[in-house]
């Protein structure tokens, strides 16, 4: 199997696709990055429909997702069919099952279902898939080296940088699912309110297992993101 040198490859955690949460997400960005599809604003979200559209057209082209691996240009040794084989072995586990206390947080300038407290092992299953599947990783061009600001990154971030291709890894690594954004600062306030509401209502209070990982594809620059492959993991007993 051949692979397109401009296509990026990256290991999610995205909601199994008749979820509760990946009806919620998915529809919060207006897309279904399972078939592909654009999908209607929600009917409950209290912002006017152009002004939705412009708020999700960022996190729009990753889908509903929380990164395990950071989007990365295959290596030139390695092929497609590889990496997905890898990931289902991968899969096959077993692993313990991670949940997490769900809230939606203002994170900078996006808003994101996150934690509420750090999950010891949701952070060793984001490390190991950092270090496992970086054999699959092409080394980062000056292009995406600086597309990252190193001169805004800590010291620690840009050594993450230049050995994983991604600043934030291990200590640095923050779990979470962009919902909107970036939004302007007058909108900081009213926007995750609402947002929170939605999701109580759709969600309620229970946790989010994070069971399942996906291998996602974005086909060039500009490309929305679509799950090529998609493994529930092995519980430990």
């Known amino acids: 199997m051949t692979t397109d040198a401009q296509a990026r490859y990256a290991l999610y955690f995205v909601p199994a696709a008749d979820s509760d949460l990946y009806g ?35 996190p729009r082209r990753y889908g509903f997702h929380a990164t395990l691996k950071a989007p990365f240009r295959l290596a030139p040794s390695r092929r497609e069919d590889e990496l997905i084989a890898a990931v289902l072995a991968f899969a096959r586990g077993p692993h313990e099952i991670a949940r997490i206390a769900p809230e939606v947080r203002l994170l900078g300038t996006f ?8 999950v ?7 490390a190991t898939c950092t270090t496992e599947f970086d054999q699959f990783r092409a080394p980062l ?3 995406e080296r600086a597309r990252r600001n190193p001169s805004r990154l800590t010291e620690r ?3 993450h940088l230049e050995r994983w291709g991604y600043p934030y890894v291990f200590a640095d690594f923050r779990f979470h699912m ?6 302007p600062v007058e909108r900081r306030d009213d ?10 209502r759709v969600w309620g209070d229970r946790p989010i297992a994070i069971d399942r990982i996906g291998v996602c594809k974005q086909d060039g620059t500009g490309a929305r993101f679509r799950v090529l492959q998609h493994s529930p993991l092995t519980p430990s007993p």
Do not use: H, K
């Open 178 to 183: 962009t919902l909107i954004g970036p939004l």
């Open 111 to 118: 808003t994101a279902i996150v934690p509420r407290a750090p």
């Open 24 to 58: 919620f997400g998915s529809a919060m960005l207006g897309y279904d990055c399972y078939t592909g599809a654009d999908l209607p604003r929600p009917a409950d979200l209290d912002i006017a429909d152009a002004d939705w559209r412009a708020l999700t057209a960022e």
């Open 191 to 200: 926007v995750p309110i609402r947002l929170r509401a939605s999701f109580a």
């Open 120 to 126: 010891a092992a949701l952070a060793a299953l984001a």
């Open 157 to 159: 971030q840009v050594n």
């Open 141 to 143: 061009s000056d292009e």
